[in-house]
């Protein structure tokens, strides 16, 4: 009998799928390359996603065998999961793969921006020294404003507990209690907009949370705000991004992730106070591993009887 087809679209960890070709007809195809994807869905059982390949109505009509869609991170964004639930396709996720890689990546940018460590970096290597002109700002003493307090933005929280800052969190479906165990204020929409030095984003990409820092966001902000998403682009309007940092009512922004990626011809790379990275997030070999391993096992749970036979 011919083995169940496994369609892997985008990158994966090696490690993580060794052994997936004894259970299975392992398939690997660019997933950005529409073309491709939707030529190699119709024999897939089952397709291995990341941020990359788009799962919409059209991807979904052209795999009529598909049984599950496996995320190997956590956005969900780039899947209808609509769509999905009427054909009968299961969707899962790894939700706890890359948690870690996010909440260390983001500590880093908040430091990066504080002290201009790209830049300074960037004038040792062009033949300067020049100290005084990087002259920083400590993350002691601080308002920290977490947006989205999940899982990313808990550990973000525990994370800066270490720098005496003060740590602010807005995120209405997290229940009472869960945000003062962690020692942070829970606070309106409004008051994190008005009361943060650095404001951290942790959503999920909604049609809700979609533009939510945008014109009206910014407008309360400090104008020392500094501004951090790694979370998804289109969350933070970038053109009311561009205008709040050409009429300087923000400092600055890291931004790991952007509206349309690659990002490498955005207009927010002119400006000399934008830190960008290319969606690094989960970007280590230790949430890589973790996210493909949590992905091939919902593949096996799926396809094969009682999860297939154990595997070291
Ligand atoms: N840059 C990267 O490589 C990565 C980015 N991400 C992004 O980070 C996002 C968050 O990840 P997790 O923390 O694991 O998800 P999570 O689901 O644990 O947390 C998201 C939180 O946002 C809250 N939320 C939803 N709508 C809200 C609103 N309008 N206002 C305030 N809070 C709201 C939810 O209640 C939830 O607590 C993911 O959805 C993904 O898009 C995740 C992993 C890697
Ligand atoms: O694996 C990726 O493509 C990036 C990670 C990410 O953005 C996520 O897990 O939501």
């Known amino acids: 009998m011919a083995q169940p087809v496994v369609l892997i679209a985008d990158p994966l960890d090696a490690a993580a799928l060794e052994g997936l070709g ?28 990341r941020s990359a390949t788009r799962v919409d109505r059209e991807a979904l009509a052209a795999a009529p065998r598909l049984r599950i869609v496996a995320r190997a991170g956590v956005g969900l964004d780039n899947v209808d ?16 793969s890359n948690t ?59 994370r800066l507990a270490a720098f005496d ?10 229940p009472d209690g869960v945000a003062e165990e962690l020692g942070v204020e829970p606070v309106r929409f409004d008051a994190l907009m008005r009361r943060s030095d650095v404001l951290t984003v942790h959503l999920p990409r909604t049609p809700a949370t979609t533009g939510i820092i945008g014109t009206a966001a910014l407008a309360m902000a400090k104008p020392t ?30 931004l790991d992730v952007f509206a349309v990626e690659p990002a490498t011809h955005n207009g927010l790379l002119a400006y000399d106070n934008v ?24 593949v096996r749970r799926a396809l094969l009887p009682e999860g297939g036979p154990a595997r070291p």
């Open 225 to 254: 705000l500094r501004l951090v998403n790694t979370s998804r682009g289109g969350i933070v309007d970038e053109s009311a991004l561009e205008t709040a940092l050409k009429d300087k009512r923000v400092a600055g922004a890291a």
């Open 100 to 158: 870690t890689s996010v909440a260390e990546l983001t500590v880093g940018l908040i430091l990066a921006l504080l002290r201009h460590i790209p830049a300074a970096g960037a004038s040792v290597r062009a033949g300067e020294w020049n100290r005084s002109a990087f002259q920083g700002e400590e993350l002691s003493g601080k308002t920290v404003g977490i947006l989205g307090f999940g899982r990313i933005g808990r550990l973000v929280a525990r």
């Open 275 to 298: 830190l960008p990275t290319p969606h690094i997030g989960a970007g280590t070999r230790d949430a890589q591993y973790r996210a493909g391993r949590d992905a091939v096992s919902a």
């Open 165 to 174: 800052a003060r740590l602010l969190a807005h995120d209405p479906h997290v």
């Open 22 to 49: 004894a259970d299975f007809d392992v398939r690997h195809c660019d997933g950005s390359d529409r073309g491709r994807l939707l030529a190699a869905l119709p024999a897939a059982d089952a397709l291995i996603i």
């Open 81 to 96: 999961l609509a769509a999905a639930r009427e054909a009968g396709v299961e969707v899962v996720n790894a939700p706890d």
